[in-house]
């Protein structure tokens, strides 16, 4: 392998877009691919824009997977074919869930493939600003090779031991996220249907014990109508699926996933899922 790995990046969506430019900023020589040409042509000032999978794999020495979910990233590895060379280090950061990281590591297995499983905490704006927190799960001896495009992607990187971990990690995460997002939606309601002006609510706990960043930047979304998708609400949803399934395969009793569940499928079914999760609010 030279000393700047040829990287070919699989997924050029909300994520994947900003990840291509910060691998690119970083020096490291990328080939793109996406399922709809359309969001890859924007990167051929900085990446070779492949037509086929085939063509962005080959003679890659990293393959990076950033799609929708675990049925998307293998029909992808499937439209590879022989072009992917067995050795190659594959980086699967979508999230796919326990069983699909499982199903996953043993297709790297009968591929013949070197597996990373590295899901990334954060958004649109954290992967345009190459501020994700990479969580890394892997044999040891892939870190020096994944690190320089860890580095360009992510402000941090916490690798987390064998191959599986990181996935079971970002679903605990994520559930946090939807936690937050849904408390704030539902607190917001409750003003609003009391009498009180919701953004009071925000006021209140502004700068205190109670607060966090994204209580105030999901809050003011959700007042101001502003859904411009950082993270797609059918996402979330499909990504609260994965949660339930991980709790009940645990034998974990979680007391608020299945409410929010409900809640964001229902803004889905209202139409809201291209929008930002945000749009839990609109319901309610």
Same mark, same amino acid.
């Given at each position: 392998m030279s000393a700047h790995p040829i990287i070919a990046l699989l997924g050029t969506g909300t994520?994947?877009?900003?990840? =291509?430019r910060n691998i690119a900023a970083a020096g490291l020589p990328l080939r793109v691919w996406n399922r709809t040409p359309e969001k890859a042509r924007p /990167? =051929?000032?900085v990446a070779t824009v492949?037509?086929?999978?085939?063509?962005a794999v080959d003679g890659a020495d990293?393959?990076?997977?950033? /799609?929708?979910?675990?049925q998307a990233v293998d029909e992808a590895l499937a439209h590879a074919g022989g072009a992917l060379?067995?050795?190659?280090?594959?980086?699967?950061?979508?999230?796919?869930g326990v069983e699909g990281a499982d199903r996953l590591a043993e297709l790297a297995r009968r591929l013949e493939l070197v597996y990373v499983d590295a899901p990334v905490l954060g958004t649109k704006k954290p992967a345009d600003d190459g501020a994700l927190v990479v969580l890394a799960s892997g044999p040891d001896e892939t870190r020096a090779t994944a690190q320089p495009v860890f580095d360009a992607i992510g402000s941090r990187t916490i690798w987390v031991g064998e191959a599986g971990t990181a996935s079971r990690l970002k679903l605990v995460a994520n559930a946090w996220v939807f936690t937050v997002v849904e408390g704030v939606a539902e607190s917001l309601t409750l003003a609003r249907d009391l009498g009180v002006d919701p953004r009071l609510f925000l006021d209140a706990v502004k700068g205190g014990a109670l607060d966090a960043p994204y209580v105030q930047l999901k809050g003011a979304a959700m007042l101001d109508d502003d859904l411009a998708p950082a993270f797609r609400l059918a996402g979330a949803l499909k990504?609260?699926?994965l949660i339930l399934a991980a709790a009940e395969g645990a034998g974990v009793d979680l007391g608020l996933m299945p409410g929010i569940r409900e809640h964001f499928a229902r803004a889905v079914d209202a139409g809201y899922g291209d929008l930002d999760m945000a749009a839990t609010y609109r319901t309610h």
């Open positions: 994520m994947g877009a900003g990840m =291509a /990167l =051929a000032d492949a037509g086929t999978v085939a063509e990293v393959v990076v997977t950033m /799609l929708y979910d675990e060379a067995k050795g190659t280090l594959w980086i699967q950061s979508s999230t796919v990504d609260v699926d």
